[in-house]
């Protein structure tokens, strides 16, 4: 069944246009987001320590968790991104991750602790790989290559904002808060992901109903 859609060729987003980078933007931050989580606990060494009253080599423990699920989603996101989609996979990955950051600076205890980190490696598997699939499908493909080195570049800034910056904030208003404030953000990006990202340019004129339902 086709509907009548408002993209036309005058007004339908193009390749490389403004609404490509608004999009590729959000999934690159999200990217950022992740590895800012990637980093937080060496900001946090003395709180955590004191807090659950654990040594270097459980500490470790907790921050390796993030890396577990991380490494292992990786190959079968793929798969997931063609099958559900940028859009609702990296909102609902975004849900998770906010929701593991909540969990992590309400933990009183370490087993919540590592549920928390769990799921905040599990959220933030997908930004890179979506970044790359909306790259792949809004923009030229000579421009490929340099997205990806833009995403990564988001990455690593996100990684130095996540130690002085943060160190500060943790010493003004403690590691807990700095946590509920990521899992904000966290929740903020989901909503503007699922809101705004689409996982291809519309076709000029008409497109099918089930394109319309699924967000594409």
């Given at each position: 069944m086709l509907v009548t859609s408002p993209a036309t060729e005058d007004n339908a987003p193009r390749l490389g246009g403004g609404y490509a980078w608004f999009i590729w933007s959000l999934a690159a931050i999200s990217?950022?987001?992740?590895?800012?989580?990637?980093?937080?606990?060496?900001?946090?060494?003395?709180?955590l320590m004191t807090e659950f009253a654990i040594g270097g080599a459980m500490l470790g423990s907790l921050s390796a968790l993030y890396f577990y699920p991380y490494v292992l989603l990786q190959v079968p996101l793929g798969a997931m991104l063609e099958t559900f989609g940028t859009r609702r996979l990296l909102s609902a990955a975004l849900c998770?991750?906010?929701?593991?950051?909540?969990?992590?600076g309400t933990a009183e205890s370490l087993e919540?602790?590592?549920i928390g980190r769990i799921l905040i490696g599990i959220?933030?598997?997908v930004g890179f790989l979506g970044s790359l699939a909306l790259a792949s499908t809004?923009?030229?493909?000579?421009?490929?290559?340099?997205?990806?080195?833009?995403?990564?570049?988001?990455?690593?800034?996100?990684?130095?904002?996540?130690?002085?910056?943060?160190?500060?904030?943790?010493?003004?208003?403690?590691w807990r808060s700095s946590l509920m404030v990521l899992g904000t953000m966290g929740m903020v990006l989901a909503v503007l992901v699922f809101l705004f990202v689409r996982n291809r340019p519309p076709q000029t004129g008409q497109v099918?109903?089930?394109?319309v339902n699924d967000g594409q």
């Open positions: 990217f950022g987001y992740a590895f800012f989580h990637r980093v937080t606990p060496s900001v946090m060494v003395s709180d998770l991750a906010a929701a593991g950051s909540f969990l992590f919540a602790a590592y959220g933030s598997s809004w923009f030229p493909a000579h421009r490929f290559a340099f997205l990806a080195g833009l995403s990564m570049f988001t990455a690593m800034a996100s990684g130095m904002a996540a130690q002085a910056p943060l160190a500060y904030f943790i010493e003004a208003h403690g099918s109903a089930g394109q």
